[in-house]
C-alpha cells in the first residue's frame, strides 16, 4: 500500500510540475536530435528570452523554423540560417502581424489543427486602434507579441497563458497603465485601479470567477477599439439582456436618447462599476437620481415609490432570512423555509431588475409577490420555531408527571419502611 | 391520620400514572397516525395528475431540498429537469412562445434537452425521468 | 373494579394454577446490605433494553433501509412524523446508556464477585449480552446512512479483516461484499432488527431465569445478621421509581440534547476529519492506533486485535480460573485486575477523545 502511495505521488508530482510532462519531455528531445536550430541554440544558450517548452508552437511541433524559416536539417549555420533558405530572422515590430499571420490567416492549414479555429486575428486587428496605429507606422502599440509573447505561448485556456482570463487586466494594464509609455495618447492610464475596485473585477482577480468580463470582454480581442458612445449599453447589454431591454421600454429611453446621455453609464459608471445597492435609487444621498430630478418632479416621485416598494421587500426578506437563521440554529427543520426563501430571492433579483422599467407599479407588483413569499417563509420558520418551544413544555410536562410519581413512591416506599419497623 | 396519608399518597401515585402513562401513550399515538406526506420521498415525487397538466406549459416542483422543473410539451410528452440553473443560483421556467428553458436572471436558455444553448449557464440542466402511472405523474431522480 | 380483577384471577387460576407464581413471588427476597444499590443496575438495563425494544419497532414503522432511502427515510422521520425526532433520539440516547449500564452492572458484578459458583452461568449468559448489546450499537450506527457511521463502518469492519485466516470471509460476509455499500447497510439491518433481537431475547430470558432460580446472589465478608426486603413490593417499587428517573433523564437528554442526524453517507467522497466510531468502543480503536505497526515479526494491528480477544475471552471465562483469595480492597488479586481494566478503558478513551 505504501508503495502504490509513493508511487501515486511522484506520478501526482511529475504531472503537476510545468514543463515536465512525460509527453513534452519526448517531444523535446526528439527535437533537439533532429532538429540542428534547437541543439545548437540550446548548446551556445542563445534561445529567446521569454523561450518556454509548454509553448504550443513547440508541442504541435513546430520548432524554429516553423516560424523563422531557414533549414533545420543542416548543422552548418551558414547553411540553415541562409535568407536563401527563406531565414527570416527576428521580424521588424510593423511586420509582426504578418509574420504570425503566415499561418493564422490561413483557413486551410489552421484548420489542420482544430476545425473552427478562428483565423481573422490579423484582418480584426487592422481593425483596432492599435493596428491603424502600427500601419501608420508608430511601433508603440500592441501587436500579437506584446499580449501574447513570442516564444511562451500555451493555449488560451491555460492558466499560464497571459491572455488566460485572470491574466487580461494586468497585461493590459502593462502599456495602458504606464503613463509613460502611453504620454501623447490623451487616454487616461487608471483604468486597472478603477476596473479592480468595479464589481467586475473584484468577481475576476479576487473570486476568480473567469465567468467575469476583463477587458477584452467589453472592448473586443484582436479589434480592440473603445465601445463607442451609442454602443456603451449595448455592450453591458450583451450580459445584461434584462436590464437593458427593460430600459429601452421605459420612459427613460427616449430623453436619455434626447439629452445624448449614456444609459448604464449614467447611473453606473463604466471601468468602475461598483456592486449595485438599492439606496441608488430613491431620494437619499447616495441616490443616484438625484442628479437629475429635484424634488416634486414625477422621476422624483417616482424613485420614492420605487424605493420605498424595494426596501419593504427586503426588509420582509431579511426577517425571514433572520427566522431561518433561528431555525436552522435551533436545529429545526429548514427544507420549506429555505425553499421558499430561495423562490423569493430569485424574486428579488427580478424585483431589482425590473427597476431598470423605472415604472414604480411594475416593481410594486413583483415586490408584493416576493413580501408574499417571504411572509409564508417567515410563517413556516416561526411554526417551526413555535415547535421547538413546544417540545419544550412537553418535555415539562412529562416531567411534571414523573416527579409527581417519583415523589409519591418515595415516601410511599418510606411509609412502608417505617411500619417495618 | 395514617390511613389518610396512604390514601392521599395513593391517589398521588394513581394519578402521577396515569398522567405518565398518557405522557408516553400520546407520543406514540401520534407517531403511529400518518405525517401529511404519507413517505418519504425518496428519489420520486409525484407531479400531479397527467390529464390536469396545460400542454406546452411548465410548473417547479419541489424534489426533496431541490426545485424541478417538470414541462409538458406540445406532443403531451413530459421531460422534467433540475430547475437551478447552471449559471448562478436562479429557478429556470419554461416559455411557452420559445419552446425553451429560459433563466430570468441573465436570459441564460436551455433546450428541451437541457442542453445549455445560450448566455451565461457553463453546463447542461440535469434531467429527470418521468413515469406516467395511471396518469399520475411521478419524477425520478435518475442518479437517486 | 376488584370483583372483575378477582374473576379474572380464578378464571385463570382453575385452569392454570396460579398459586406456585404467587408464592414465589411473594417468598422472593433480596438482601440488604450496603452493596444493595448494585442490584438496581441489571433492572434499570432491562428497562432501557424494553424502550429500545418499544422505540426501535416505532422507528421500523418509518423506516426504509438503503443506500438511497435510509438517510432519506430518516429525515422524514425527524421532520415529518409527529414525534419522530422524540422516539429517534430516546433511541439513541436509551441505546448509549443501556451499552453504559451493561459496563456498570457487568463491573458491579465482577468486584462483588457474583459470578463465583454457582453462578458461573449467569456470568457467562451476562457477557453474551454484553457483546451482543456492542453488536446492536455498531450495526445500529450505520442505520441512518450518515457520513460519519460510514466511515466508521468501513473502518470498524477493516479491522475485522485483519485477524489473521478467517478475517476476510468474516468482513466479506459482514459488509455483504469487498466495501462497505448499501449491501452493508441491508445486512446490518438484518443483524439490528431480527438477527440480534432474537438471540438477545432468549439469552435475556435465561440470564434473568437464573437470577429467579438462584436469588440474588450476597457479598462474602457481610456481617452475620441477615437482612432481606421482599421483592413485592419493597424492591420492586424501589426499581420502579430508578426506571422513572432515567426515562425522565431520557426525556431531557432528548429534548435538550437531539441526536444529529449528520449528512448523508457519500461513499465516494474522501473520508472527513474526525472519524470515531462510538464512544464505547473507543478503547479498542485507540489502542489499535497506538500499537506499532510492527511488533518483532508479527502486525501490530493483529497482535492489537488477538490481545482483546484473549482479553474478552479471558473475562468471559473468569469463574472458572478467578485468582481466590480472602483479603479485601486493593490486596486481592481480582479486584486490582478490574481497577486495572477501568483505568485502561477510561485513559484509553480519553486519549482517543483529545488526540
Not at chain 1, 544558450?45 to 524559416?69: M, N, T, V, W
Not at chain 1, 437619499?284 to 424595494?310: M, P, R
Not at chain 3, 452493508?184 to 430470558?205: C, K, Q
Not at chain 3, 437531539?258 to 473520508?271: H, M
Request: net charge negative.
Amino acid at each position: 500500500m505504501k508503495i502504490s502511495l509513493i508511487v501515486s505521488m511522484i506520478l501526482a508530482g511529475m504531472l503537476l510540475y510545468p514543463g515536465t510532462t512525460i509527453v513534452q519531455a519526448e517531444i523535446t528531445d526528439q527535437l533537439v536530435a533532429e532538429d540542428n536550430c534547437v541543439s545548437c541554440h540550446l548548446e551556445m544558450e542563445i534561445l529567446p528570452a521569454d523561450f518556454q517548452k509548454y509553448d504550443i508552437h513547440l508541442q504541435r511541433g513546430l520548432s524554429c523554423a516553423g516560424c523563422h524559416g531557414g533549414d533545420p536539417s543542416s548543422d552548418d549555420p551558414e547553411e540553415s540560417m541562409d535568407p536563401k533558405k527563406g531565414f527570416i530572422g527576428k521580424p521588424a515590430l510593423k511586420d509582426i502581424p504578418q509574420f504570425c499571420g503566415k499561418c493564422h490567416s490561413n483557413i486551410d492549414f489552421m484548420r489542420t489543427y482544430r476545425p473552427r479555429i478562428a483565423t481573422d486575428q490579423v484582418q480584426q486587428y487592422y481593425t483596432s486602434i492599435h493596428g491603424k496605429k502600427l500601419k501608420s507606422g508608430d511601433t508603440k502599440v500592441a501587436e500579437c507579441v506584446s499580449c501574447h509573447t513570442a516564444h511562451a505561448i500555451p493555449s488560451g485556456k491555460d492558466g499560464r497563458s497571459t491572455v488566460y482570463p485572470l491574466n487580461i487586466p494586468s497585461m493590459c494594464d502593462k502599456c495602458h497603465g504606464d503613463s509613460e509609455h502611453m504620454k501623447g495618447y490623451k487616454i487616461p492610464t487608471n483604468q486597472f485601479e478603477k476596473y479592480a475596485r468595479s464589481v467586475h473585477g473584484i468577481n475576476l482577480l479576487e473570486n476568480k470567477d473567469i465567468g467575469a468580463p476583463a477587458c477584452n470582454d467589453c472592448h473586443g480581442n484582436h479589434g480592440a477599439t473603445p465601445p463607442g458612445i451609442e454602443s456603451v449599453s449595448h455592450v453591458c447589454g450583451g450580459c445584461h439582456v434584462n436590464n437593458l431591454d427593460y430600459f429601452k421600454e421605459s420612459p427613460m429611453s427616449e430623453p436619455y436618447v434626447d439629452l445624448e446621455i449614456h444609459a448604464c453609464e449614467q447611473c453606473h459608471g463604466y471601468h468602475e462599476v461598483s456592486k449595485t445597492s438599492d439606496e441608488m435609487f430613491g431620494v437619499s444621498e447616495k441616490s443616484v437620481c438625484n442628479e437629475c430630478h429635484t424634488e416634486a418632479d414625477a422621476g422624483y416621485i417616482a424613485a420614492q415609490k420605487i424605493h420605498t416598494s424595494l426596501s419593504n421587500f427586503v426588509s420582509a426578506y431579511d426577517s425571514a432570512e433572520a427566522q431561518l437563521r433561528e431555525v436552522q440554529k435551533k436545529g429545526m427543520d429548514d427544507v420549506e423555509v429555505l425553499f421558499l426563501l430561495k423562490e423569493a430571492h430569485q424574486v428579488l433579483i427580478h424585483t431589482r431588475t425590473l427597476t431598470h422599467t423605472f415604472t414604480p407599479s411594475k416593481v410594486e407588483e413583483k415586490s408584493q409577490e416576493g413580501i408574499e413569499k417571504s411572509r409564508q417563509a417567515l410563517e413556516i420558520a416561526s411554526l417551526e420555531i413555535e415547535d421547538y418551544y413546544f417540545r419544550r413544555r412537553g418535555f415539562g410536562i412529562a416531567t411534571l408527571f414523573i416527579t409527581v410519581l417519583v415523589i409519591a413512591l418515595f415516601f410511599r416506599i418510606r411509609s412502608m419502611d417505617k411500619e417495618e419497623k | 391520620m395514617k390511613t389518610n396519608r396512604r390514601k392521599f399518597l395513593n391517589f398521588l401515585i394513581g394519578g402521577g400514572l396515569l398522567g405518565w402513562i398518557s405522557s408516553v401513550v400520546y407520543p406514540i399515538i401520534s407517531y403511529l397516525i400518518p405525517p401529511k406526506i404519507p413517505e418519504a420521498n425518496v428519489s420520486s415525487v409525484s407531479g400531479g395528475m397527467a390529464a390536469d397538466f396545460p400542454t406546452n406549459t411548465g410548473k417547479i416542483i419541489q424534489f426533496g431540498r431541490k426545485p424541478v422543473l417538470l414541462i409538458k410539451d406540445d406532443n403531451g410528452e413530459f421531460h422534467a429537469f433540475d430547475g437551478t440553473c447552471t449559471h448562478l443560483d436562479c429557478i429556470v421556467q419554461y416559455r411557452p412562445d420559445t419552446k425553451q428553458i429560459w433563466c430570468a436572471c441573465h436570459n441564460g436558455t436551455f433546450d428541451m434537452s437541457g442542453s445549455n444553448v445560450s448566455g451565461p449557464p457553463p453546463r447542461p440542466l440535469q434531467e429527470f425521468t418521468v413515469n406516467i402511472i395511471n396518469d399520475e405523474i411521478i419524477i425520478i431522480n435518475p442518479t437517486g | 373494579m376488584k370483583k372483575i380483577g378477582e374473576k379474572i384471577y380464578t378464571w385463570v387460576d382453575e385452569r392454570y394454577d396460579l398459586s406456585p407464581i404467587l408464592k414465589f413471588m411473594s417468598e422472593k427476597n433480596v438482601p440488604v446490605h450496603h452493596h444493595t444499590v448494585w442490584y438496581y443496575m441489571g433492572g434499570v438495563t432491562l428497562f432501557l433494553f424494553i424502550t429500545q425494544v418499544v422505540t426501535g419497532i416505532l422507528l421500523l414503522f418509518y423506516y426504509r433501509p438503503g443506500a438511497d432511502s435510509a438517510y432519506e427515510s430518516m429525515r422524514f422521520i425527524l421532520t415529518e412524523v409527529n414525534f419522530g425526532w422524540l422516539i429517534r433520539s430516546i433511541h439513541s440516547w436509551s441505546a448509549n446508556l443501556m451499552v453504559f449500564f451493561v459496563f456498570v452492572h457487568m463491573f458491579s458484578t465482577f468486584f462483588t464477585r457474583s459470578y463465583i459458583k454457582p453462578r458461573e452461568l449467569t456470568w457467562l449468559t451476562g457477557f453474551a449480552l454484553l457483546a451482543l448489546s456492542l453488536g446492536f450499537g455498531f450495526s445500529g450506527y450505520l442505520l441512518p446512512w450518515n457520513e460519519l457511521a460510514f466511515f466508521a463502518t468501513k473502518v470498524g469492519t477493516d479491522i475485522v479483516g485483519v485477524i489473521p485466516v478467517i478475517g476476510k470471509p468474516i468482513m466479506a460476509v459482514l459488509r455483504g461484499g469487498e466495501d462497505v455499500t448499501g449491501a452493508t447497510l441491508t445486512r446490518f439491518y438484518a443483524f439490528h432488527v431480527a438477527m440480534l433481537p432474537a438471540i438477545f431475547t432468549v439469552i435475556l430470558f435465561v440470564h434473568v431465569l437464573f437470577v429467579q432460580k438462584q436469588g440474588m446472589s450476597e457479598p462474602e465478608g457481610l456481617s452475620k445478621t441477615k437482612k432481606t426486603m421482599p421483592f413485592f413490593p419493597d424492591f420492586f417499587l424501589r426499581d420502579a421509581l430508578l426506571w422513572m428517573i432515567v426515562l425522565n433523564v431520557l426525556l431531557f437528554l432528548a429534548v435538550f440534547y437531539p441526536w444529529d442526524l449528520g449528512f448523508k453517507a457519500d461513499p465516494f467522497s474522501p473520508a472527513p476529519a474526525g472519524i470515531l466510531p462510538e464512544w464505547y468502543f473507543i478503547f479498542m480503536f485507540q489502542t489499535l492506533k497506538m500499537i506499532p505497526a510492527h511488533v518483532l515479526i508479527f502486525e501490530g494491528e493483529v497482535l492489537g486485535i488477538l490481545f482483546f480477544m484473549i482479553a474478552g475471552l479471558a473475562w468471559a471465562l473468569v469463574p472458572f480460573w478467578e485468582l481466590k483469595s480472602k483479603r479485601k480492597g486493593l490486596s486481592n488479586p481480582m479486584n486490582i485486575v478490574g481497577i486495572i481494566s477501568i483505568i485502561y478503558i477510561i485513559i484509553m478513551t480519553i486519549i482517543g477523545y483529545t488526540s
